[in-house]
């Protein structure tokens, strides 16, 4: 166990290997064991975990009672800057808002909390490196992920760092296969909770609607997140292992690097229908479809945690993870299936950072805001926001909204060598991409001075092709034309493994040239057509779309049956195309609609020194 990759490795993109590296002298509490003691009293039982769940009060022990001051501290305020998941986010500010609802004084001073969020990977990467390029009064006092396996990973830094492998829990989400009401019941699952190997067997089984009489729901869809920056992707890429190992809860007893185990997880991999970065990503496309009246279209079977199906099923989405939206409750709720042998619990652990930017005001702080949050009235903020408290209670509206299970059978969480390992292995076992990256090379892509937006989704394809392993197939085609001439350059670099094709792509794509017009309907409809000819269900078959601009072509084609061909081939052999709408003036509702149908995801590059950054997020989305 514990394989680790060079960091020069050209498939992981530089955040990865901070994050998994961790080597830098980092970080977290100085203070999270004097923190530790703040709040549970030595001897107490109830500081430190088990399993990164925390040995809390049980469910009849009295909680601490909050204790504010009797008058607000002076001005100006002590800053307190928290960094938290996308998932737990709006957790945390209920948090603040509730603490700061009433006087505090610390150290003479008022507090004033102040939330931001981060993809889970993304901030332990940000976290391991103290911050680069911050300026030291915007670093987090408080970094709160969603799960204690981030500060294990983190904590696994060649050189041996010094991060904690344990916070102060604050709340809890199981980690749940998230299903159609009518899917669970077709299968049973609703009463009758399967096995993580049934889980995985189901969604090899890509004819199971067919065959009990559902064909109109398609091929069995199921989604996980990517478990180099999700929570629920990483326990999903557990559970995984577990699975083909014949212990969910064994891991780290067994031989993570054993070819005769990889070979069976990539074997359960297979049932992927896709990556996303994150789980909001998925219900976002969910929801679209029940909104369209038919949920199957995108989603048989998602692995998430049970807050974002409590989110779902009251009608709040995100696109980005990060923007809420609020409508009225979906057609069809989703089901929380919590599998019979165990599932793993994200226990929201609360770190405070030992960096030089951490003041002794700012630490007294932290210590003040977290022990709030682990008082009855913190907990009770924490069980309205969709979360199990500490001591395992629920809302019980929310328990009813989320279709939460009474109690949970936790899984223990994996060590962090065993962690660490499973998400170096991922390259590896995950599902191969069959991916066809498709450029607008219109006259509109050289309008510009100095460097051109072609030039610049150039070399974003070049650094977007280092995700990818060698038996990945990856081609390369271009569209435009001149006049009423024919689509061009059309394909430039088939699709074929990426082992044998990489020089040919690249050579390819350094000698494109931008002619024309942009025939964006026949260009999308000629290729997804061409690729569900060819499809390939041990791959995830799929298109990255670059456009700059909207279809001015005369050639024929139209959004309209556009989307209708991309619904049709996703129903039966499913073609993602990714959009991503780059520079100011793409036509990013066609992009959007176009991603839609086909059952994939929008990314906004509008602005394009992102573009490098979203393509990376992109495609490793597959």
């Given at each position: 166990m514990g394989r680790r990759r060079a960091a020069t490795d050209p498939r992981y993109p530089r955040w990865i290997w901070i994050a998994a590296a961790a080597t830098v002298a980092l970080l977290i509490v100085g203070g999270a064991f004097a923190l530790?003691?703040?709040?549970y009293?030595?001897?107490s039982g109830q500081g430190g975990t088990s399993a990164g769940n925390g040995n809390t009060p049980s469910a009849g022990e009295p909680l601490a009672?909050?204790?504010p001051a009797p008058a607000a501290g002076a001005s100006p305020c002590i800053s307190l800057k928290i960094l938290t998941s996308l998932e737990n986010a709006e957790m945390v500010r209920a948090l603040a808002a509730e603490y700061t609802a009433k006087p505090r004084s610390v150290d003479g001073k008022c507090v004033t909390p102040e939330v931001t969020q981060e993809k889970s990977g993304l901030a332990a990467g940000k976290v391991a490196g103290q911050f680069p390029g911050v300026p030291a009064g915007d670093r987090p006092v408080i970094w709160l992920p969603d799960s204690s396996a981030w500060l294990r990973t983190g904590g696994e830094g060649a050189g041996g760092s010094p991060v904690p492998q344990e916070g102060i829990s604050l709340a809890r989400s199981a980690v749940v296969v998230a299903m159609p009401e009518t899917m669970a019941g077709a299968l049973g699952w609703d009463s009758k909770p399967p096995s993580w190997s049934e889980v995985f067997r189901m969604a090899e089984d890509q004819d199971v609607w067919e065959r009990l009489g559902h064909a109109d729901w398609g091929k069995f869809k199921f989604g996980k997140a990517s478990p180099l920056v999700s929570t629920s992707g990483l326990m999903a890429l557990a559970a995984s292992y577990g699975a083909a190992g014949g212990s969910v809860s064994g891991l780290?007893?067994?031989?993570?690097?054993?070819p005769?185990?990889?070979?069976?997880?990539?074997?359960?991999?297979?049932?992927?229908?896709h990556y996303m970065a994150t789980p909001e990503h998925f219900l976002w496309h969910a929801r679209e479809a029940?909104?369209?009246g038919n949920v199957s279209e995108f989603l048989s079977a998602v692995i998430v945690d049970e807050k974002s199906v409590w989110d779902y099923n009251r009608g709040v989405v995100s696109e980005d993870g990060i923007t809420k939206q609020t409508g009225p409750a979906p057609r069809e709720p989703l089901i929380a299936i919590y599998p019979h042998d165990g599932v793993h619990v994200a226990d929201n652990p609360a770190v405070i950072l030992d960096g030089d930017w951490v003041g002794s005001q700012q630490r007294l702080a932290a210590q003040d805001f977290l022990a709030f949050a682990v008082t009855e009235q913190g907990q009770n903020v924490v069980k309205a926001s969709g979360y199990r408290s500490i001591q395992g209670k629920l809302d019980s509206g929310v328990a009813g909204t989320g279709r939460y299970a009474e109690t949970l059978q936790p899984l223990p969480l994996p060590r962090a060598e065993a962690l660490v390992a499973m998400q170096d292995s991922f390259p590896d076992v995950r599902k191969r991409a069959r991916a066809l990256f498709l450029l607008d090379v219109s006259e509109s892509m050289v309008q510009e001075p100095g460097v051109t937006k072609l030039q610049r989704a150039k070399d974003a394809v070049l650094k977007a092709l280092d995700h990818f392993t060698g038996e990945d197939e990856v081609g390369l085609a271009a569209f435009s034309h001149v006049n009423d001439g024919p689509l061009q350059p059309g394909i430039v670099s088939p699709v074929a493994p990426f082992k044998t094709n990489k020089e040919d792509l690249i050579a390819q794509l350094n000698g494109l040239q931008a002619v024309d017009a942009t025939p964006l309907f026949e260009a999308v409809s000629r290729f997804a057509?061409?690729?569900?000819?060819d499809y390939k269900d041990t791959f995830i078959n799929t298109i990255v779309l670059l456009s700059d601009g909207k279809n001015d072509s005369t050639h024929p084609g139209d959004l309209s049956g556009l989307s209708e061909q991309l619904s049709h081939q996703n129903h039966s052999t499913p073609v993602l195309v990714f959009t991503l709408a780059y520079g100011p003036d793409a036509d990013v509702p066609t992009l959007l609609e176009i991603a839609r149908s086909s059952g994939a995801h929008y990314y906004d590059a509008t602005d394009p020194n992102r573009l490098e950054e979203v393509l990376g997020e992109l495609v490793t989305s597959f």
């Open positions: 530790r003691t703040l709040i009293p030595e001897g009672q909050d204790s780290d007893d067994m031989d993570l690097d054993a005769s185990l990889l070979e069976k997880v990539q074997a359960v991999e297979l049932g992927t229908s029940d909104d369209a057509g061409d690729q569900a000819k």
